[in-house]
């Protein structure tokens, strides 16, 4: 079992700057492979970011590529996601997600743990 907690939601103004925390417990977190997911409201819940094991391979979706920055501290048993430059379509609930293998996917169903979702709006 992994428990997920996310921290460091809220609201920003447009080109603004937030760090989302993940907080893993309950098993091994260098075993699991992480990401964080978002959903809009109305609309499916979709991959923004992932990352390996080791944390030596990162995966972006293209809307978020040069503008957030995924990253883990193994020692701390957390996963981080820097958005920078923030887009009113950035608004969503932000999930993390723990997947137990090495490799990133980007689909929700390979993910075997989640988190209870932190709220990011971006004003215009």
């Known amino acids: 079992q992994v428990q997920l907690v996310e921290s460091g939601g809220g609201l920003v103004q447009a080109g603004g700057s937030l760090r989302l925390s993940c907080a893993a417990s309950?098993?091994?977190?260098?075993?699991?492979?992480m990401a964080w997911f978002r959903q809009a409201p109305g609309k499916g819940r979709e991959f923004v970011a992932g990352?390996?094991?080791?944390?030596?391979?990162?995966d972006y979706v293209d809307s978020v590529k040069g503008r957030f920055i995924i990253s883990r501290d193994n020692a701390k048993n957390t996963v981080y996601l820097q958005m920078n430059s923030l887009k009113p379509e950035d608004t969503a609930v932000y999930y993390c997600?723990?997947?137990?293998?090495?490799?990133?996917?980007?689909?929700?169903?390979?993910?075997?743990?989640w988190g209870q979702g932190t709220q990011v709006t971006v004003s215009s």
């Open positions: 990352i390996s094991r080791s944390g030596g391979v990162t």
């Open positions: 309950g098993r091994t977190f260098s075993t699991v492979a």
């Open positions: 997600a723990a997947k137990i293998s090495s490799w990133i996917e980007r689909t929700t169903r390979y993910y075997d743990y």
